[in-house]
């Protein structure tokens, strides 16, 4: 068995334990909204205080809005591989997520990025690099995993966050956009991101728990994705899609909140094409 002590990840990092404790959890249920057994596995698999998980102030509806974001960025991968069957997925801040498996189409290349500490436990848990699935430790701000992927560069690209940006300032969320903007025109980018509300309702919590010391604050949120477009010319919104849009009867009761004006904007998906200058003027 394999061991995570809480002096091995902290931070952001840790927080990946949350999501993989979740998923496992979720999968178990008799109506389960994903299947994850690599994530049961890894539960069983790891010796480490999952009780530091269940300490974190999280209501019923934030567990199941984290469970369809999973659902959901998977369902966003498949559409974009159903019509570029050929492409390069860069999965940012992977943690212990097992995508690749879920959506392989057998073509696609693809790229787990996390930060170091991540990916070589990743390496010892899940496994290493195959023919067309590969890892890259090191944080997404450090361009030097560009090189890692440019031999690809003339096939499709997406990239997926999820769960990243509300951990980097303002400032790191432009410079990463804008970064893919300039080295992948033509790339379609997929994060999710609270409101600011949010970002700032999550830290009190975190700090009434006394869990500070344990989990990073949030730093970033976003209104609306006019703000992103705003960034540069060419990045373009294709869609988004928010936790009160969808059906699933274990929100039904939450529902009530998207006639308040805001809530519906406390936690959505974006979904953007990056393209050059003169693409977007086409």
């Not at 009780?51 to 984290?66: D, G, L, W």
């Not at 988004?240 to 998207?258: I, T």
Request: charged content about 25%; glycine content about 6%.
């Amino acid at each position: 068995m394999s061991e995570i002590k809480s002096q091995t990840l902290g931070g952001v990092a840790e927080t990946m334990l949350i999501t993989l404790y979740l998923r496992a959890m979720e999968s178990l249920r008799p109506d389960a909204l994903i299947k994850d057994e690599k994530a049961v596995a890894l539960v069983k698999q790891i010796s480490y205080d999952f009780a530091r998980v269940r300490q974190v102030p999280m209501s019923e509806v934030n567990k199941v809005t984290i469970i369809l974001r999973n659902r959901e960025f998977d369902r966003y991968t498949r559409d974009f591989l159903s019509q570029h069957p050929e492409a390069v997925v860069v999965h940012i801040g992977c943690g212990f997520v097992s995508r690749f498996e879920r959506v392989d189409n057998g073509l696609v290349e693809w790229y787990d990025l996390d930060l170091p500490e991540v990916i070589e436990l990743r390496r010892e848990l899940i496994g290493g690099e195959e023919e067309r699935y590969h890892l890259l430790g090191c944080s997404v701000l450090d361009n030097a995993w560009i090189d890692k992927v440019n031999p690809h560069c003339q096939l499709p690209f997406l990239f997926l966050a999820e769960g990243v940006s509300m951990y980097f300032e303002e400032a790191q969320v432009k410079s990463l956009v804008l970064m893919l903007h300039d080295h992948f025109p033509g790339a379609e980018l997929i994060f999710d991101a609270f409101s600011p509300f949010h970002v700032w309702r999550s830290n009190l919590q975190i700090s009434i728990a006394r869990l500070s010391d344990r989990f990073p604050r949030l730093y970033w949120g976003l209104w609306r994705a006019q703000e992103v477009e705003d960034w540069g010319e060419g990045i373009h919104l294709l869609d988004d899609w928010g936790y009160l849009a969808s059906p699933e009867p274990r929100l039904s009761y939450y529902r009530w909140a998207r006639h308040i004006s805001l809530a519906p904007r406390a936690g959505r998906i974006y979904h953007f094409r990056l393209s050059n200058l003169a693409e977007g003027n086409e």
